[in-house]
């Protein structure tokens, strides 16, 4: 049975997967921080802090669903050499899915106590779902994204694509679309930008971009990086 790249010919480019993976090691290893440099007893800040914390969390989840959904099974069926890998992916995926759960657990009784209470409890939490996130993301792009190619056509990556788009709140777009770009050089962000209809493509140009820097500027002050 012929695969979707030998029906459609020109192979898929991954790298948009690893541009959201490098948001997620960055935003996760700056995680503990903010947490521990958040100024207690100020409710408004540790909000600030608690919210991004909260939106990072769910959007991991929502991530690695969609992978579980849309990805994994595919390549299981279509590259069944690599059996051992698949059962690694879906694992690591089990194991960081309590991870997250304990973190966002713990969010609710930090902001409650105003931020003293819970707070290196949350920063510990945190610190573990960063390690274990950066040993996933790790070997899903040496060892499961090379095979992908080979097995996903355009169309099927594009739906996983549109997926992630489709998963981000509403409201919320915008704050996950620019902890995306943060790091991104022109050509990944035209890669990621294309998986946007075009409404929110312009909404970001005209003030979605200029209202995530002002939300930067406020987290930066709320951990004492301002």
Do not use: Y
């Not at 510990?124 to 960063?130: F, I, K």
Request: net charge neutral; glycine share 8%; proline share 6%.
């Amino acid at each position: 049975m012929p695969t979707p790249l030998q029906n459609q010919g020109k192979p898929i480019t991954t790298h948009d997967l690893v541009v959201v993976h490098r948001m997620f090691r960055r935003e996760f290893g700056e995680a503990p921080g903010r947490v521990r440099g958040v100024r207690h007893g100020s409710r408004a800040q540790i909000r600030l802090v608690a919210d991004r914390l909260a939106l990072l969390l769910d959007t991991l989840h929502r991530h690695q669903a969609d992978e579980d959904r849309l990805l994994w099974p595919k390549l299981a069926e279509r590259v069944p050499g690599h059996a051992g890998l698949w059962k690694r992916m879906r694992a690591q995926h089990a194991d960081l899915s309590a991870r997250l759960a304990r973190a966002d657990a713990l969010i609710g009784p930090w902001t409650a106590g105003a931020g003293s209470a819970r707070g290196e409890e949350l920063a510990a939490a945190l610190e573990e779902v960063s390690r274990a996130a950066e040993e996933h993301f790790d070997e899903e792009e040496r060892e499961a994204l090379p095979l992908a190619p080979e097995a996903v056509s355009q169309a099927e990556w594009d739906e996983f694509g549109t997926a992630a788009v489709a998963a981000a709140p509403g409201s919320r777009l915008f704050t996950v679309l620019g902890m995306i770009l943060k790091d991104t050089d022109p050509g990944e962000q035209i890669l990621i930008m294309a998986h946007l209809p075009l409404p929110p493509r312009v909404l970001w140009r005209a003030v979605g971009e200029r209202g995530f820097r002002r939300l930067e500027e406020r987290l930066a002050a709320a951990v004492g990086h301002g």
